[in-house]
């Protein structure tokens, strides 16, 4: 089925471990996403990319790194996990910058224990 | 620095009365707003944009209202369903911005029979 998907969906692990989540979407869209959803945060902005090969930091980029030298796949990969990135990760993807809805994944709930 | 805030974190409606969901900002150079619903274990889905050359965005029973003035922006629902006890987010983009937007914190909307 086209859409997006995440994996994996749930994800325990130690600090100081590294831990990647992937994320895919069918739709060959160019921008993709990676959001954090925290309690009293709403959704906040870690990385972006606008095509293959192009990626930027958002509002809370630190600790993070993405690449994507695929239109569809956009990982997310925390390089030494800390507790401080337990939360809820969502992908998302659109067709384009300006005025339009993002779609997103269903999102992976990471634990880091 | 939250530039997109809901501050009703929850609002309880009995089934077919009106629903009004209420978002403020504070840059006043954004000029495209959405509203997303999300349900438990799921991503947000679209509901609703408003572009900030026009004051009114209706579809179906979903409304939004724009206010640049009062940098402020509403949803109502009308009338409310069951299936529309979800959590609703508000969201900013400024011009150029490649996609990048603020989301509030969410709104609880929990529909009683």
């Known amino acids: 089925d086209a859409g997006i998907t995440q994996s994996p969906r749930y994800k325990i692990t130690e600090t100081g471990r590294q831990v990647t989540l992937m994320c895919h979407q069918t739709?060959?869209?160019?921008?993709m996403f990676w959001y954090r959803q925290d309690l009293g945060h709403g959704l906040r902005l870690i990385y972006y990319s606008a095509a293959a090969d192009i990626t930027d930091k958002g509002e809370v980029p630190d600790g993070y790194v993405v690449s994507r030298s695929k239109t569809e796949n956009f990982p997310l990969t925390l390089e030494s996990a800390t507790r401080s990135q337990t939360s809820v990760y969502f992908c998302?993807?659109?067709?384009?910058?300006?005025?339009?809805?993002?779609?997103f994944g269903d999102g992976t709930r990471l634990s880091i224990l | 620095d939250q530039q997109v805030k809901q501050n009703s974190p929850s609002l309880s409606v009995q089934e077919g009365r009106i629903s009004i969901l209420n978002c403020d900002y504070t840059n006043s150079m954004f000029d495209y707003f959405l509203w997303y619903k999300k349900y438990p274990a799921e991503g947000p889905t679209f509901l609703i944009s408003?572009?900030?050359?026009?004051d009114k965005n209706e579809d179906g029973r979903f409304t939004v209202f724009l206010n640049k003035s009062a940098k402020h922006l509403s949803l109502h629902i009308v009338p409310s369903q069951p299936g529309d006890s979800a959590v609703y987010f508000c969201a900013a983009s400024l011009t150029d911005s490649w996609g990048k937007f603020q989301f509030g914190a969410g709104t609880q909307v929990v529909v009683t029979p």
């Open positions: 998302a993807s659109s067709v384009s910058h300006r005025s339009q809805p993002q779609h």
């Open positions: 739709w060959s869209h160019s921008y």
């Open positions: 408003i572009s900030s050359i026009k």
